[in-house]
T-cell receptor
């Protein structure tokens, strides 16, 4: 059974800092991994999708890496802004029909 | 092009009642999944529908049932509601991405239905 863990559970940083969010998973036989953003009480917005054959994906100030062999992914946010404050969720797809989510990292970026 | 739409946005029900939540996938998406997200936790997979059949089910009791219609829209039904069923219910549709010889897919989520059981 796939298990996904995200560390840290919460993070508070001053504006402008570069930061790294971590995601680890127990079953490395994944199809792909997706990072989502969730604002309070809202749905999920897809940020980045990394296929199992890829090492990283970039979108603007966001960069996600994937190391299947060690069961890890990181989401790097450059030059953080108050608007980045949200919960970030990592979800693993094992090529079945379901995503397995981590518990999320709650990020607060202070002006 | 509308994304994944869910209705209603909020709902309050009494213990023991039944509830139906609705989802319309993004245009061109034929597969719908449902997730339950308790406060402060990551979403948990309930089930997925494709070609009007349940294809996979997570660890949820039979009180949770669903349906998919020929236009790919879907319903989630929960019977005999418990206080613990209070959560944000999310619908997702599978989004195939064509990259030539190696297509792959991700998931697009709706804004969710907040269910409160009192």
């Amino acid at each position: 059974k796939q298990e996904v863990t995200q560390i840290p559970a919460a993070l508070s940083v001053p504006e402008g800092e570069n930061l790294v969010l971590n995601c680890s998973f127990t079953d490395s036989a994944i199809y792909n991994l997706q990072w989502f953003r969730q604002d309070p009480g809202k749905g999920l917005t897809s940020l980045l999708l990394i296929q199992s054959s890829q090492r990283e994906q970039t979108s603007g100030r966001l960069n996600a890496s994937l190391d299947k062999s060690s069961g890890r992914s990181t989401l790097y946010i450059a030059a953080s802004q108050p608007g980045d404050s949200a919960t970030y969720l990592c979800a693993v797809n094992n090529a079945g029909n379901m995503l397995t989510f981590g518990g999320g990292t709650r990020l607060m970026v202070k002006p | 092009d509308a994304g994944v739409t869910q209705s209603p946005t909020h709902l309050i029900k009494t213990r023991g009642q039944q509830v139906t939540l609705r989802c319309s996938p993004k245009s061109g998406h034929d597969t719908v999944s449902w997730y339950q997200q308790a406060l402060g936790q990551g979403p948990q997979f309930i089930f997925q529908y494709y070609e009007e059949e349940e294809r996979q089910r997570g660890n949820f009791p039979d009180r949770f049932s669903g349906h998919q219609f020929p236009n790919y829209s879907s319903e989630l039904n929960v019977n005999a509601l418990l206080l613990g069923d209070s959560a944000l219910y999310l619908c997702a549709s599978r989004n195939w991405k064509d990259r030539g010889l190696f297509p792959y897919y991700g998931y697009t989520f709706g804004s969710g239905t907040r269910l409160t059981v009192v």
